[in-house]
């Protein structure tokens, strides 16, 4: 049996690593100086700062970002079972950053049969299905809208982990037999917070604490304790079902809502997966002996289908970040 302390995906599926108890966001604006030291000027505008933060997310003070109109027409219209490859394809050839996007994953190893290259849309979309059209335009239209701004490698790290975590999600969703479709648009969706904190922060810094106060500094507890929030809220206002919405909101939670917590777990291993295949891309299948980890296990996953995932992984998200 497999020492599972030492393995990649170790203790840490449901330690503090990923939870967020709600006394953490609770002392967000507590003083970090230890007693006997003062605060120093630094510290105290760091504080003031986070605080300013809290007061903006939980009062909805900021624009949820909007996919653009044409990539939810491509959405509607994939969800349609009377829509048509020819008619998809006429949609999506009114935005060229969607179309190459299409393309290149249609054209990618995984997808491409005999090394049998395409260059019409319709053809891609017949060999990526319609709900796999919609996940490439989903998760390009997000990259294009939402994952853009001044910090741009930092905001291509969190599209990227996004794009792993659905197509992690998916696949355990598969394997398990229960629905694939609506688990890769959750995993899309589950950090959009991120991106959004991120210009909150950039905004308030820029505005009134321009040389004195520095991103770095404040910015990964942010958005780590409040992204899951602010998700929600843009998941709501992108009209996601319900369930989704609950999902965003509560899969950092260290013990989440009986309904959502089946999903949480499925989504923690599918973060996981994502951040071994990152440590190393160039691996055609992740380590077999991940499937004797209790991870799996605990997602209802037998080690047959462990390794099914692990098998399918590597490709899957290669083809989906195909540049």
């Not at 950090?191 to 604490?209: A, E, F, S, T």
């Not at 499925?266 to 996981?272: G, H």
Request: some cysteine; charged content about 20%.
């Amino acid at each position: 049996m497999t020492d599972q302390a030492h393995h990649p995906l170790g203790s840490a599926f449901e330690t503090d690593i990923y939870v967020v108890d709600p006394e953490d966001i609770s002392r967000i604006g507590e003083s970090r100086v230890g007693a006997g030291r003062c605060e120093s000027a630094v510290e105290a505008l760091n504080r003031e700062l986070r605080v300013q933060v809290v007061q903006v997310v939980w009062a909805g003070g900021f624009e949820p970002p909007r996919l653009p109109d044409i990539a939810l027409e491509i959405m509607a219209a994939a969800d349609d079972v009377n829509t048509s490859a020819d008619s998809l394809a006429k949609l999506i050839h009114r935005d060229q950053f969607l179309a190459v996007r299409v393309l290149r994953v249609a054209n990618s190893a995984t997808y491409r049969p005999a090394d049998r290259r395409i260059y019409s849309l319709a053809q891609a979309i017949t060999r990526l299905g319609l709900v796999g059209t919609r996940n490439v335009v989903v998760a390009a239209a997000m990259a294009q809208a939402v994952y853009r701004g001044p910090r741009a490698k930092l905001l291509e790290s969190y599209w990227r982990a996004s794009v792993g975590s659905a197509v992690g999600f998916q696949l355990v969703e598969q394997v398990a037999k229960k629905n694939a479709d609506a688990a890769f648009l959750a995993g899309l969706l589950h950090n959009v917070g991120k991106p959004v904190l991120v210009w909150i922060l950039d905004d308030l810094i820029q505005r009134k604490y321009r040389g004195q106060v520095s991103f770095d500094a404040v910015a990964p507890e942010l958005v780590h304790l409040l992204h899951a929030r602010i998700g929600a809220i843009i998941a709501g206002t992108w009209n996601a079902p319900q369930g989704m919405i609950d999902l965003i909101a509560h899969h950092h939670d260290r013990l989440p809502p009986a309904k959502q917590r089946s999903a949480v777990r499925k989504l923690r291993l599918a973060n996981l997966l994502w951040e071994i295949w990152d440590q190393d891309p160039t691996v055609a299948v992740l380590d077999p002996s991940l499937a004797e980890h209790s991870a799996f296990a605990r997602c209802g996953l037998g080690e047959p289908e462990a390794r099914r995932v692990l098998e399918l992984y590597p490709a899957r998200i290669a083809a989906m970040l195909a540049t």
